[in-house]
């Protein structure tokens, strides 16, 4: 038997938030959720309790305390949020993983906010000096958690990080929520990553592709 | 949240305030709520922790299941299971919270730089050590050269905090002893004064 571990997800109530929540409540990990509106929180809670008994997670109302208790933090909160949030949590979030999920989109979806020479991920990690920044599951939509697998491929998630054990450490997370993970490289690649999830963006909205689309790398 | 432990760390070695700041980037702040656990028999890669806060105890199990429990831990304490922290092996302590508490935790990583990158930690580190060691001479040599009362008495001397804030019970595990045993040396001693 291994030691649980705590991850707190910051903006729990939202798509990817409760995706998220729902999926890794189903490992070896105890979750605490944090979002403004608790009464949401409560809900999403018991809808977790209530498909899974056994499922360790419960609400918190504050996310320095739910950082602090945490070994790793996911970050669901939209871009324009992460400096207020990263402000609470900089001191509490020291030599943890921070899991960067957001895309920096612009109001018409049609474009990034963040300058060419920087990406969401490494503003965060700027933001939060001594975490270990990964950016992950910011190129899959929330709508495909339930089943990760479209066209009988099996939905890769595209990982970036500086850290070789939290790449490890989100990798395992990456399974447990029935994904593939493929480590692509350095922080620096997330900027690739973000504009993958735009491109994406785009192309589900042209086809209609009904939020049921992400990226397979194929490979001999 | 990082007071105590540096004001233990300037005990033992003293630092600037850019010193501080420099070894501060190495900790890992992290709250455990009574009765969850720091770290499982088997884990790898869980690091020492300082407590801030609270009280741990660390304890084996035999084959039967019974509990032995080999160290407690309480504010300023430094526990870990150094065995599989130093040498990346798998735990074979447990290790869990016995209130809430508020730890600083050093990674087995962070500390492979601070030892490369600062002096004075490697400095902090050996003299920890070094009192982890006395303590644990002191209190082998009470257990196998004193009669129980003694022993007993020993104890609470060298443990006071441990009287104050532990079950008896856990006490009894700690000393070797069974509860009735202890209760026993208890009473005697209680009678005698």
Not at chain 2, 16 to 34: G, I, M, N
Not at chain 2, 40 to 69: S, W
Request: hydrophobic share 40%.
């Amino acid at each position: 038997m291994s030691t649980k571990q705590t991850i707190a997800i910051i903006g729990a109530t939202g798509n990817m938030g409760s995706a998220l929540a729902k999926t890794l409540s189903k490992g070896n990990n105890r979750l605490l959720l944090f979002a403004n509106n608790q009464e949401k929180v409560k809900a999403l809670v018991d809808d977790i309790k209530s498909t899974n008994k056994k499922a360790d997670v419960e609400g918190i109302e504050c996310p320095t305390n739910a950082s602090w208790e945490a070994d790793i933090i996911v970050m669901a909160v939209p871009f324009a949020v992460e400096k207020e949030i990263a402000t609470r949590i900089k001191e509490v979030a020291n030599q943890k993983v921070v899991i960067s999920i957001a895309n920096p989109l612009n109001e018409n979806y049609d474009g990034l906010v963040t300058p060419p020479d920087t990406s969401a991920a490494e503003e965060l990690q700027k933001l939060l000096p001594n975490s270990k920044v990964v950016k992950a599951f910011n190129t899959v939509f929330a709508t495909v958690f339930t089943t990760p697998v479209i066209d009988d491929k099996q939905v890769d998630v595209l990982i970036a990080g500086n850290d070789g054990n939290a790449m490890v450490t989100v990798s395992e997370l990456v399974q447990t929520a029935g994904f593939n993970p493929v480590v692509t490289g350095e922080l620096l690649v997330s900027r690739t990553l973000e504009n993958m999830a735009l491109l994406l963006i785009q192309l589900t909205v042209k086809n209609n592709w009904n939020w049921q689309a992400g990226f397979k790398v194929l490979h001999n | 949240m990082f007071d105590l432990f540096f004001r233990k760390f300037n005990e033992k070695v003293s630092l600037s305030a850019e010193e501080e700041t420099f070894v501060k980037q190495y900790l890992t702040p992290k709250k455990l709520r009574k009765k969850q656990y720091f770290l499982q028999e088997g884990d790898t890669g869980k690091g020492i922790c300082f407590v801030e806060k609270g009280a741990l105890r660390a304890y084996v199990l035999d084959e039967a299941g019974a509990e032995h429990i080999t160290a407690f831990a309480f504010e300023g304490y430094t526990i870990g299971d150094l065995y599989s922290f130093l040498h990346s092996e798998p735990a074979t302590l447990n290790i869990d919270a016995l209130e809430d508490c508020e730890l600083m935790i050093i990674s087995k990583q962070s500390h492979d730089e601070l030892l490369q990158k600062m002096p004075k930690y490697e400095t902090y580190i050996r003299l920890l050590i070094t009192d982890a060691y006395i303590a644990l001479q002191r209190r082998t040599t009470t257990m196998i050269s004193l009669p129980l009362e003694e022993r007993y008495v020993a104890f609470t001397q060298m443990f006071p905090t441990m009287f104050q804030r532990v079950p008896q019970h856990m006490i009894a595990s700690y000393m070797g002893l069974s509860a009735e045993t202890l209760s026993r040396v208890r009473s005697r001693l209680s009678k005698g004064k």
